[in-house]
């Protein structure tokens, strides 16, 4: 963000609600000639932020719809310019009509998020606030939803912020000493700065756990349902998500496509996926079944590999390390010893069973909310009520990056003494916490992110 807000020269029009039919349907305006169009369409400007009916009148005054109009003045607005609101009625054609009048009055239509970013731009939300917008509209879950409005709210950002300060004086402190060189003998020596260098980065442990949760809740997990045919992959698979989604029957082979589900573990949205069991065997069908098994193995979050640990009696080890051998090594994988309720003596033959194995009757339900919340371990998901704020991957790296650097000028300190090569690594922090919050951008990351807006956003 710089200090000076930009100027747009063209005004923006989009539709706010989605298309398609609808009681309402609203028209947003951003620009300067929102006055003029409001005048030309509605015959008169409103007192601003004041609901009124009104017609709304094509060019030659007929009219188009009835509906209430919303002016806020600059810079009291989302985008922090003039904007107008359109209140008409929710159909396709009418909505089109109007919006058809305000680019004839000299507006054009928005490109995707352009509202948000001109928000972002003229500084009335910064930019980890602007992609909040984003992740509120799109949660996938009410946990999400609620943690989108925290982060929207500045929760997230105000943490940085903090973080940024912090990382902001130690840096001038060190700078100032590297200046004085006969003091800065004292300074390296000094506990103070090795103190606070140990304070950052607890914090960074903090703000990261935090903003793991986050980025777990926006974009949820994908697990894969993967093992042999007949292992019970779709019995799991509907007994978690307590449906019958896939077909379960005795003959090996059954599934063949993929079939999916998302649940959710106290928030945490989950997409499972049912894959057609792993063997060279089968029909054209089949062998189509394990090549697209295999697909989502290898885009999976984390790998259910189901073993049927009744009819591998007597060799459930060998079984379990072969099928290993076919997921990607750097793919995480919870073993689900599957049937137990038919061997209840699987112990005998594991002595030393893996913290990753669950065992479960897909049957009988025995072990499944065991197994619920080994995932939630697994996946490194804690339930914080309040606090968490919604986060995204390139939170987590920008984050990520940020620690790094205090760590390497730590390290820097004690071992070289060098100031000055902590005063840079200092600088570096500071411009990866400046991504998260949009203070540090290129053009290329803001068109990435609102670009996946939808218009009228
Ligand atoms: N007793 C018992 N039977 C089970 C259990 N889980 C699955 N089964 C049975 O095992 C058979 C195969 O189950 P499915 O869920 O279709 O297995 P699958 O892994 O999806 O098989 P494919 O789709 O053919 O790869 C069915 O007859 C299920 O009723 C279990 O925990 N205990
Ligand atoms: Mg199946």
Redesign the pocket.
């Known amino acids: 963000m710089s200090d000076q807000p930009p100027v747009f020269k063209d005004t923006i029009a989009a539709q706010a609600t989605p298309s398609g039919k609808g009681g309402i349907g609203v028209i947003r305006l951003s620009g300067d000639k929102v006055k003029v169009i409001c005048r030309a369409i509605t015959g008169s400007l409103p007192k601003p932020r004041f609901a009124s009916f009104t017609n709304f009148l094509d060019e030659d005054n007929s009219v188009i719809d009835k509906g209430l109009v919303i002016y806020f003045v600059k810079p009291a607005s989302f985008t922090g310019e003039h904007v107008l609101e359109l209140h008409g009625h929710g159909g396709p054609v009418v909505m089109g009509m109007l919006l058809d009048r305000c680019v004839q009055l000299g507006a054009r239509i928005a490109a995707p998020g352009e509202f948000t970013e001109r928000a972002f731009l003229n500084n009335k939300i910064d930019l980890s606030q602007a992609e909040a917008i984003a992740d509120l509209i799109d949660s996938i879950s009410r946990t999400a939803a609620k943690s989108a409005v925290r982060s929207l709210e500045g929760e997230f950002s105000g943490l940085v912020e903090a973080l940024t300060e912090k990382v902001t004086l130690l840096r001038m402190y060190v700078e100032a000493a590297i200046d004085f060189p006969e003091e800065e003998i004292d300074f390296l020596g000094d506990e103070k700065v090795k103190g606070m260098l140990d304070s950052i980065i607890a914090e960074f442990d903090e703000v990261t756990k935090r903003a793991t949760q986050g980025a777990l809740l926006r974009e949820g997990v994908s697990l894969v349902l993967a ?12 007994m978690l998500t307590g449906k019958d989604l ?10 063949r496509d993929i079939i999916d589900d998302y649940i959710h573990l106290d928030g945490l949205p989950l997409r499972l996926i ?1 894959t ?2 792993l063997r060279t065997a089968g029909d054209v069908i089949e062998i189509e079944g394990v090549r697209r098994a295999q697909n989502e193995i290898k885009n999976a979050d984390r790998v259910l590999l ?1 073993v ?1 640990c ?1 009819s591998n009696k007597g060799e459930i080890k060998r079984k379990v390390d072969e099928l290993l051998g076919e997921v990607p090594s750097e793919i995480p994988v919870t073993v689900v010893l ?5 061997y209840p003596d699987w112990r005998k033959e594991v002595d030393d069973i893996p913290d990753n194995w669950v065992p ?5 339900g025995e072990g499944v909310s065991y197994l619920k919340e080994h995932l939630k371990q697994a996946l490194g998901y804690v339930v914080v009520e309040e606090g968490t704020f919604i986060a995204r991957a390139r939170h987590l790296d920008a984050l990520a990056r940020a620690k790094g650097s205090v760590e390497t000028g730590r390290q820097r300190l004690i071992i070289e003494n060098a100031g000055e090569l902590l005063a840079e690594e200092l600088k570096l922090c500071q411009q990866a916490l400046g991504e998260i919050t949009g203070i540090v951008t290129s053009d290329d990351l803001l068109g990435r992110i609102f670009s996946s807006f939808c218009i009228g956003k």
């Open positions: 093992g042999r045919p007949n292992a019970g992959k779709s019995s799991l698979m509907n896939s077909i379960v029957t005795e003959i090996a082979g059954t599934t049912d057609a069991g189901i049927d009744f599957n049937k137990i309720d038919l479960v009757s897909a049957k009988t």
